[in-house]
């Protein structure tokens, strides 16, 4: 959408107001050529329903599925910038889920679609996969480093989940997530601080952390 200066003509030659109306994001040519010119435009796709609330329309769902290995060609930097704007939306988990469900997230992030196997024996209505989205939007929408850790807290699932008589178990999947997660920050070239506070944060995500009103040490 546009205007034309001086006259004030409001230009609107690919139905920006009917979809605005009906919070769906499109794109204004074919979303394969868009993509085609900048793939990092798949991942802001999902920013941007996080961000302005919206539902993607199925051809751009369709592209991101077809074309979701078109990302590799985009440099590390420039996707942890688009991940991080993206988690610090107020509604994280529509985009997550849209990277996740369209094959995306395999490509730079694929330690969060595993999350979708591992039953959680503590949230039994959940897989981990929305526990983890559930756990990212209970967080301070400000904080990048809180909201990495919550988003990674439990990737270590995946490798220690065994069956026991007892059920489901995950033991030490906190350490295991902790070395995990700083490998893959690492390969997504965040700085050095960010990594070594998100992976301390998954390691002591289990600890105790504070106490009821009137305890004392007696």
């Known amino acids: 959408m546009a205007v034309r200066l001086p006259e004030g003509e409001f230009l609107d030659p690919f139905g920006g107001v009917k979809a605005l109306a009906a919070r769906r994001l499109d794109t204004p040519l074919d979303p394969e050529i868009a993509f085609s010119d900048d793939p990092l435009r798949m991942l802001r796709a999902a920013r941007f329903v996080s961000q302005l609330d919206l539902m993607p329309a199925p051809r751009v769902v369709h592209a991101i599925e077809r074309m979701r290995d078109r990302l590799r060609i985009v440099s590390a930097e420039r996707i942890a910038d688009e991940l991080s704007k993206l988690l610090l939306t107020p509604k994280p988990s529509k985009g997550l889920e849209l990277i996740v469900n369209t094959g995306l997230a395999d490509e730079f992030l694929p330690e ?20 983890t989205l559930a756990v990212v939007e209970r967080t301070d929408p400000t904080d990048l480093e809180l909201r990495l850790a919550a988003l990674l807290h439990d990737i270590g699932k995946p490798r220690t989940r065994q069956v026991t008589p007892e059920g489901v178990q995950f033991h030490h999947h906190e350490t295991v997530g902790a070395r995990m997660a700083e490998e893959r920050l690492r390969a997504l070239r965040f700085p050095n601080t960010v990594v070594e506070d998100v992976r301390k944060l998954v390691e002591m995500h289990l600890r105790f952390h504070g106490y009821g009103e009137g305890w004392t040490d007696s």
């Not at 969060?112 to 929305?130: G, I, N, S, T």
């Open 112 to 131: 969060l679609p595993a999350l979708r196997l591992e039953q959680d024996p503590v949230h039994r209505h959940k897989d981990v996969f929305h526990h």
